[in-house]
């Protein structure tokens, strides 16, 4: 079956420290999310983009977070600097786009910064 | 713009028992409604989707889900209850443009 990869799986930083998470949507997909999930918030949209584009990344805090589509195999999610509310797991999940088709969500990469 | 609600945070049934996840969306456009599931420390697996098809969709694991569109609901069933269903699950729904809005999640427990 095809997969999202997302790499790291796991992540332990300082506060301070810029974080970079990767995520290598399925071949052929054009729409691709970040999201995020934690106990109190649930999974919040953080951003996304359609034919590497983004479209949306108001959910993101643009200070510290930024996020990119280099070419279509890579998507990143970029903290810099860092901070211990950042701790969470962090979704990416691609798509062909057509709200018919669903997502395929990758396992995350649990961020934990102290 | 698009929500969904889900009316129990949390459900707990007997294994063998029918399983019932109750959904309600609201959406301003014809939806597409999914519902997937997570495994605990496990990435989200998609059950099953409603694209304006049948209402009634059929997903994997023996899950079904019946959109109505007069009661804005999109309830999650299965006839028996195992072991292995035991997660969170989460009723999502997509409109035009592309983003998934998600529910707060139920999460089952299944009793031996």
């Known amino acids: 079956d095809a997969r999202v990869t997302q790499t790291p799986r796991h992540k332990v930083t300082e506060m301070g420290q810029e974080v970079t998470m990767r995520c290598q949507p399925i071949l052929g997909h054009n729409t691709v999310f970040w999201y995020r999930q934690t106990m109190m918030q649930g999974l919040e949209l953080l951003a996304y983009?359609?034919?590497?584009?983004?479209?949306?990344d108001s959910g993101m805090p643009k200070d510290r977070f930024s996020a990119e589509m280099p070419d279509a195999t890579l998507a990143t999610l970029k903290i810099q600097p860092s901070e211990p509310r950042d701790s969470a797991v962090y979704f990416c999940?691609?798509?062909?786009?057509?709200?018919?088709?669903?997502?395929?969500f990758g396992s995350g990469t649990r961020l934990t910064v102290v | 713009a698009q929500s969904v609600t889900q009316l129990d945070s949390h459900v707990s049934v007997s294994e063998g028992t029918p399983v019932l996840l109750r959904c309600n969306y609201s959406s301003s456009y014809s939806p597409s409604l999914f519902w997937y599931v997570q495994h605990p420390n496990k990435g989200l697996q998609l059950l099953l989707k409603?694209?304006?098809?049948?209402?009634l969709v059929k997903g994997i694991n023996g899950f079904e889900a019946e959109f109505k569109k007069s009661e804005t609901s999109f309830h999650l069933t299965k006839p028996s209850a195992h072991m292995s269903d035991a997660a969170e699950y989460f009723c999502?729904?997509?409109?035009?443009?592309?983003?998934?809005?998600f529910g707060a999640g139920t999460t089952v427990t299944v009793r031996a």
């Open positions: 999502v729904v997509s409109s035009n443009d592309y983003k998934l809005s």
């Open positions: 409603y694209t304006s098809a049948a209402t």
């Open positions: 999940a691609s798509g062909w786009g057509g709200p018919d088709y669903g997502y395929t």
């Open positions: 983009f359609r034919n590497r584009a983004p479209l949306d």
